[in-house]
């Protein structure tokens, strides 16, 4: 089986594999109890019929698009025409059908994306955990070989992770608010990318957070990232080609190594080690303005003052078809006045250029991505105490990449068979093609090849 979509997409091109065959097998692997929970809704239909044409496309010797008819898997929170979208909640349920696919998944569409089914999430993308009362909860299939009890998939694009690793989908649209693409991406092996928000228009998404929120996706490898990223922003990718002792990068002490289980504090350090050997310039920063970034959290911050302005006449109305934990965060917005709000906005610009002024002269940032490997799912659906602390702690250093407008990348830096940890490469607004040509220059440092 071809590595990645970019693998995948080639053998297609070149006759080696027809779309159709590819889609098969992807719907094969979503069959599977892996993918239990995994999908609200399939799209076969529509999927078999893009498949179909790329095949006849590439009979007919015509150029074929860049996805070239392989499976896409798209959040349900995103307009898909002919489907409801209704965010994984049972108070959408009467949801009509879409008119017209949104401005992202119409530009998977044009890219040849074979668009599989709307995957589940956390209930309006609210958690880190992944955990979801109304269309239960998938699996993490990447730990189910070290423990057999089931782990949380991350959130809150659970589903859309789980398709990926699962081999149901080769890449899947999401969203990413506090860390929504890249904490199931680190806790199931694989790469999440949060672009710059104003990159990727938002339209046609049940918002989170209109000022945080960002669509983006999770794949199988680095150069994946790129080639969804330059389908998703309309824009062409040149990530600098740099070798890796070129980049001045940096390790912030402040926030971001708090608290790690002992793991991922493993597995970051010999990361750490293994780019140095390969010629990385790896210096170590306080950062202290870190620790400012989570005053701009309290009462709920941006994200639960913009929701409450969405939800609230839903929520009175239907509140009992809510998950309780989803409500109950949803309300904290409540409390937030219009003069609150304002004075957010205030202090999240001056927190950025306070930021933005300390990074000057770093070129990336490496981080953990979540300071702990998967829990059970279990002790998170019994305890609200549990749940919260779990929650808390997976969006911590994420979080504060959204809160920064900046961008962002998870991969794997796990030895194979052991736990999946992530390694987040950040930059503030506008690094995307920085950012990206780090991580391919640390991902090929990961696999050995210099």
């Given at each position: 089986?071809?590595?990645?979509?970019?693998?995948?997409?080639?053998?297609?091109?070149?006759?080696?594999?027809?779309?159709?065959?590819?889609?098969?097998?992807?719907?094969?692997?979503?069959?599977?109890?892996?993918?239990?929970?995994?999908?609200?809704?399939?799209?076969?239909?529509?999927?078999?019929?893009?498949?179909?044409?790329?095949?006849?496309?590439?009979?007919?010797?015509?150029?074929?698009?860049?996805?070239?008819?392989?499976?896409?898997?798209?959040?349900?929170?995103?307009?898909?025409?002919?489907?409801?979208?209704?965010?994984?909640?049972?108070?959408?349920?009467?949801?009509?059908?879409?008119?017209?696919?949104?401005?992202?998944?119409?530009?998977?569409?044009?890219?040849?994306?074979?668009?599989?089914?709307?995957?589940?999430?956390?209930?309006?993308?609210?958690?880190?955990?992944?955990?979801?009362?109304?269309?239960?909860?998938?699996?993490?299939?990447?730990?189910?070989?070290?423990?057999?009890?089931?782990?949380?998939?991350?959130?809150?694009?659970?589903?859309?992770?789980?398709?990926?690793?699962?081999?149901?989908?080769?890449?899947?649209?999401?969203?990413?608010?506090?860390?929504?693409?890249?904490?199931?991406?680190?806790?199931?092996?694989?790469?999440?990318?949060?672009?710059?928000?104003?990159?990727?228009?938002?339209?046609?998404?049940?918002?989170?957070?209109?000022?945080?929120?960002?669509?983006?996706?999770?794949?199988?490898?680095?150069?994946?990232?790129?080639?969804?990223?330059?389908?998703?922003?309309?824009?062409?990718?040149?990530?600098?080609?740099?070798?890796?002792?070129?980049?001045?990068?940096?390790?912030?002490?402040?926030?971001?190594?708090?608290?790690?289980?002992?793991?991922?504090?493993?597995?970051?350090?010999?990361?750490?080690?293994?780019?140095?050997?390969?010629?990385?310039?790896?210096?170590?920063?306080?950062?202290?303005?870190?620790?400012?970034?989570?005053?701009?959290?309290?009462?709920?911050?941006?994200?639960?003052?913009?929701?409450?302005?969405?939800?609230?006449?839903?929520?009175?109305?239907?509140?009992?078809?809510?998950?309780?934990?989803?409500?109950?965060?949803?309300?904290?917005?409540?409390?937030?006045?219009?003069?609150?709000?304002?004075?957010?906005?205030?202090?999240?610009?001056?927190?950025?250029?306070?930021?933005?002024?300390?990074?000057?002269?770093?070129?990336?940032?490496?981080?953990?991505?979540?300071?702990?490997?998967?829990?059970?799912?279990?002790?998170?659906?019994?305890?609200?105490?549990?749940?919260?602390?779990?929650?808390?702690?997976?969006?911590?250093?994420?979080?504060?990449?959204?809160?920064?407008?900046?961008?962002?990348?998870?991969?794997?830096?796990?030895?194979?068979?052991?736990?999946?940890?992530g390694l987040m490469v950040w930059a503030p607004a506008l690094?995307?093609?920085?950012?990206?040509?780090?991580?391919?220059?640390?991902?090929?440092?990961?696999?050995?090849?210099?």
């Amino acid at each position: 089986m071809p590595t990645d979509l970019t693998q995948a997409a080639a053998d297609v091109r070149a006759g080696h594999q027809r779309a159709q065959a590819a889609l098969e097998e992807a719907a094969a692997r979503g069959a599977t109890p892996a993918n239990r929970h995994g999908f609200v809704r399939r799209f076969d239909a529509q999927a078999q019929a893009t498949a179909r044409a790329i095949d006849l496309l590439r009979a007919a010797g015509a150029p074929l698009p860049p996805l070239a008819g392989l499976a896409v898997s798209v959040k349900d929170l995103f307009d898909v025409a002919g489907y409801p979208t209704t965010a994984a909640s049972r108070s959408l349920r009467d949801a009509e059908p879409a008119a017209h696919d949104c401005p992202a998944v119409a530009r998977l569409r044009a890219a040849g994306a074979a668009l599989v089914g709307h995957t589940n999430l956390s209930e309006f993308a609210f958690s880190g955990v992944g955990i979801n009362p109304h269309h239960g909860t998938p699996a993490n299939p990447a730990t189910a070989a070290l423990d057999a009890q089931a782990r949380i998939p991350g959130g809150s694009t659970s589903g859309g992770a789980v398709s990926v690793a699962s081999g149901a989908a080769w890449a899947a649209l999401g969203s990413d608010t506090g860390g929504s693409i890249r904490i199931p991406a680190a806790l199931q092996g694989l790469v999440g990318f949060k672009s710059t928000a104003r990159l990727v228009p938002t339209e046609g998404a049940i918002p989170l957070s209109t000022t945080l929120d960002t669509a983006c996706a999770i794949t199988r490898s680095v150069r994946d990232a790129v080639l969804l990223h330059e389908v998703l922003a309309a824009r062409r990718v040149a990530p600098d080609p740099r070798p890796l002792s070129a980049w001045r990068l940096a390790v912030p002490r402040t926030v971001m190594l708090d608290a790690l289980e002992p793991v991922v504090a493993a597995a970051f350090e010999r990361t750490l080690a293994t780019l140095r050997t390969a010629g990385a310039r790896i210096e170590d920063m306080a950062l202290p303005v870190l620790a400012d970034g989570a005053a701009l959290h309290r009462g709920g911050g941006l994200s639960a003052a913009e929701s409450w302005a969405w939800h609230r006449h839903r929520l009175t109305a239907r509140e009992a078809d809510y998950d309780p934990r989803v409500a109950l965060r949803i309300r904290r917005g409540e409390a937030i006045s219009a003069a609150d709000y304002i004075d957010l906005l205030n202090e999240r610009r001056a927190w950025i250029a306070r930021t933005d002024a300390a990074l000057l002269g770093i070129d990336a940032l490496l981080s953990p991505t979540v300071p702990t490997v998967a829990p059970r799912i279990q002790p998170l659906i019994d305890s609200d105490e549990a749940f919260f602390a779990a929650n808390t702690l997976l969006l911590r250093n994420p979080s504060l990449v959204n809160l920064l407008d900046g961008c962002a990348l998870s991969l794997p830096c796990h030895l194979e068979g052991d736990w999946p940890v992530g390694l987040m490469v950040w930059a503030p607004a506008l690094a995307d093609d920085r950012v990206l040509g780090v991580a391919l220059a640390i991902e090929r440092a990961l696999q050995g090849d210099g």
